[in-house]
């Protein structure tokens, strides 16, 4: 079964008919996991808003394993994560698309591990390559049908790194300037530990990110909240055209 993980602007999916909202206990956070259960076109789709309903929790604060094990209980095989950024690559500018095919961790202090347990024996997952090829593929031909429909003004990068900072704040230039010496396409701060728990339990992850802005330094402009917003809008509903088009289809 395929579930999204919905970021900053996409916290509700309104095309997809709702079915219930499962409230899933995990044993990693006091209160449930709230997980929609949405349908489109007769196939179940599962959604959790990251940050919660309302947009309440900031990236460090996101229980990222009690999300991943409540996907997994529900029987989630694929996840699509939606994750907006700073853009760093010259193609990546407000408004433009990227499917990473790499990952820098630059977060500390998050729980990163369903692998802590002190009874069990030490486990290394093979993260080489921290997204799902075949995922990323299906992705990548579902963005691409939705572009020609929209036209020129919305490019997808088919790769890029993805380097996660902690926030909530955003960069100074001279960090975005080590980031992109350090081969950096884009800069968020909730692709990790998410993609790391997501192999952890076995499940095929790949992200779709919405370039919200130039990062910081790259733009002749300040970052303000209400030009990202605005670059929300119109991003999110690309996403959610490239959604329904994934939701279509078969995920086991
Ligand atoms: N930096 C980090 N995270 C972000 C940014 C950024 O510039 N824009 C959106 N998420």
Redesign the pocket.
């Given at each position: 079964m395929l579930a999204i993980i919905g970021g900053?602007g996409l916290s509700q999916l309104e095309l997809f008919e709702r079915v219930e909202v499962k409230a899933v206990p995990t044993v990693y956070a006091k209160l449930p996991v709230a997980v929609l259960c949405l349908r489109h076109e007769r196939r179940e789709v599962l959604f959790l808003p990251r940050h919660g309903e309302g947009h309440v929790l900031p990236p460090h604060s996101i229980n990222y394993r009690a999300n991943i094990q409540a996907l997994k209980l529900l029987g989630t095989t694929h996840i699509i994560a939606i994750n907006?950024?700073?853009g760093i690559h010259v193609e990546l500018g407000p408004g433009h698309f990227a499917v990473p095919d790499q990952i820098i961790d630059y977060t500390s202090g998050r729980s990163a591990t369903f692998f802590d347990d002190e009874q069990s024996a030490v486990h290394h997952i093979d993260f080489t390559q921290p997204y799902d090829e075949s995922l990323r593929q299906r992705l990548l031909l579902a963005c691409g049908e939705q572009v020609a429909i929209e036209g020129d003004d919305v490019r997808v990068l088919a790769g890029g790194v993805y380097g996660c900072?902690d926030?909530p704040r955003?960069?100074t230039a001279a960090e975005v300037r080590r980031l992109k010496r350090d081969g950096c396409d884009m800069?968020?701060?909730t692709g990790m530990p998410e993609a790391a728990l997501a192999r952890e339990q076995e499940l095929a992850y790949a992200s779709l990110a919405l370039s919200?802005?130039w990062?910081?330094g790259l733009g002749s402009e300040a970052?303000t909240m209400e030009k990202?917003h605005q670059v929300l809008d119109r991003g999110m509903n690309t996403v959610r055209s490239v959604l329904q088009r994934l939701a279509t289809q078969e995920f086991n």
């Open positions: 900053t907006a950024v700073g900072t926030g955003l960069e800069v968020g701060m919200v802005n990062a910081a970052i990202i």
